[in-house]
């Protein structure tokens, strides 16, 4: 029984884990990093046609942003989630499919104007996410399942996004049984729409998130509609747009409620009537997930407002932009307006589009709502950039630059010291992760010196045996090297389609010799018209 650290150890994104239980091959999340990398990952421990299980804690893509990739080299298990999170993938990794073919058709557009051009394959393709969707098993939350012999799981709901869950496994081998518990994103408690985190009272082992392990949300909760209101009615009276970076699932759905709020009590004096745009088809889609799943994920407060027939996230004013004309339209309107546009980090999408048109401007408010990675756009705007360049041009930075203090879809420090301290018993080891180099290590000496718990930080590549509770090996940081050029993309793939292909001629050992005779046939063909020896 083995637990090995794959991606998000001692970096925020990427986050993987995998656990072998017996012969089965099991990873909980597979993300994609986001911002600077600073450390290399190893690869899988086994190939992608023999990971059996995903059990995923939730949407966003630093946590399943991978899963099509998976799928791509070969996967076909399943993919466990709650409800609300299969729901959520189902446009999200579509979303990014389609984001990753944008932008290599930009890649390659610019590289056919150069002498010696290479072209680029996206990561991979909307029939990848489409395949990865259809593995989706969507879970109840609280219900222990029987995913196989040696194995069970329960979500609990973590309080981060709508959908996301903290997950309990039991595993089971040669009679030895360990639970061990995934955190997961641990919310923030008094977030708008969502409920609070769970705690879980007992595991053997857990691997918890450190990402806010060194900072503070503040003793109060925020204000947010006295803070929002205030950056509306300053940069209207200017004649200015609020342009709002804004992840499209969670974040816009807050903000949205917020908006209705500060609408409905008409808090913005003279410009009570102001225009909200969302410019994102992906914030419009999550913003019906998040109605169709109210009665499971909303907490006390939006509940109350559903009772009284009132759309916690809908108002008048509300305008939503789902082509590209309509979201060019928007910057050509000279009315004051709320734009609320993805990606919350300015990495992609529409938003760059947004800054653009804003940022040069002294009147407009960029106003920052979430957690901006190290090398983002949105972090080197957040530390005073004076110029950045968006679509090969610079452009200065002239607009304010505000954030909404204390607005965390993650618990501050004191946040995951109480949820460690749930647990009735401590574990009887913490594993660290998903947080900056600086901040996992910083957290870990907390819990170990101030709290009395066996804590550790594991690099990428450590091995732990569940079994005895001993390391089979502790990796060393190894630092991201400039990737040189060698095996492309596509080759890649196609090598993972080959160790596939021996993975599907295993399993189909003993079968009927008529079937197996037409397929040795049939790969034959294939290799004789593609060897060119």
Request: glycine share 8%.
């Amino acid at each position: 029984m083995e637990l090995m650290f794959i991606g998000a150890d001692h970096e925020v994104t990427g986050s993987c884990h995998y656990l072998r239980v017996g012969d089965i091959n099991i990873l909980i999340d597979y993300g994609m990093e986001q911002g600077v990398n600073v450390f290399e990952n190893c690869e899988l421990p086994v190939d992608a046609a023999m990971i059996h299980y995903v059990f995923l804690t939730h949407a966003h893509i630093d946590h399943s942003g991978l899963l099509p990739l998976l799928y791509a080299r070969g996967f076909r298990g399943s993919i466990y989630a709650t409800k609300a999170t299969c729901d959520l993938c189902s446009i999200m990794l579509r979303d990014c499919a389609h984001i990753q073919l944008q932008e290599t058709e930009w890649k390659n557009r610019k590289a056919r104007r150069s002498a010696d051009h290479e072209e680029t394959e996206p990561l991979y393709t909307m029939e990848d996410a489409d395949g990865t969707i259809k593995r989706l098993i969507p879970c109840d939350y609280e219900k222990v399942i029987d995913v196989c012999g040696g194995v069970k799981i329960r979500f609990t709901d973590i309080g981060h996004l709508l959908g996301s869950a903290s997950i309990e496994v039991w595993a089971e081998e040669d009679g030895v049984t360990r639970k061990i518990v995934f955190s997961g994103d641990i919310g923030n408690v008094n977030q708008p729409l969502i409920k609070d985190p769970k705690k879980t009272e007992d595991a053997d082992y857990v691997v918890m998130e450190s990402t806010y392990g060194d900072r503070f949300h503040g003793s109060e909760r925020p204000d947010y509609i006295g803070g929002l209101t205030e950056i509306l009615k300053t940069t209207f009276d200017k004649g200015g747009n609020v342009v709002i970076p804004s992840f499209a699932v969670g974040r816009t759905q807050e903000i949205l409620y917020f908006l209705r709020q500060i609408k409905a009590d008409r808090l913005v004096k003279g410009h009570e009537d102001f225009p909200v745009y969302v410019d994102s088809p992906l914030a419009v889609e999550a913003t019906g997930i998040f109605q169709k799943n109210e009665y499971e994920c909303f907490d006390d407060q939006a509940m109350a407002l559903v009772r009284q027939g009132v759309n916690p996230i809908a108002f008048p004013g509300l305008r939503l932009a789902i082509t590209s004309d309509e979201s060019k339209a928007i910057n050509f309107d000279n009315e004051p307006k709320v734009i609320l546009s993805a990606s919350g980090m300015c990495e992609a999408g529409r938003i760059r589009h947004h800054l653009k048109h804003n940022l040069w401007r002294p009147e407009c408010t960029i106003l920052f709502v979430g957690y901006q990675a190290v090398g983002t756009l949105g972090r080197a705007v957040i530390e005073g950039a004076k110029e950045v360049k968006l679509f090969g041009e610079p452009i200065e930075v002239r607009a304010q630059i505000r954030q909404l203090i204390g607005m965390s879809g993650h618990a501050d420090k004191n946040g995951l010291i109480d949820w460690i301290n749930g647990f009735r018993d401590k574990p009887k080891k913490v594993f660290v992760v998903h947080g900056e180099d600086s901040v996992c290590k910083l957290f870990t000496e907390c819990l170990k010196v101030e709290h009395g718990i066996d804590a550790y930080a594991p690099y990428s590549g450590t091995r732990f045996d569940l079994t005895d509770g001993s390391f089979l090996y502790e990796a060393e940081p190894v630092s991201v090297k400039k990737k040189a050029k060698g095996i492309s993309d596509v080759f890649a793939r196609l090598l993972a389609s080959g160790q596939r292909l021996i993975a599907v001629i295993h399993k189909n050992e003993g079968g009927a010799n008529k079937d197996l005779a037409k397929f040795a046939d049939q790969i034959n063909s294939l290799c004789d018209k593609w060897d060119k020896t």
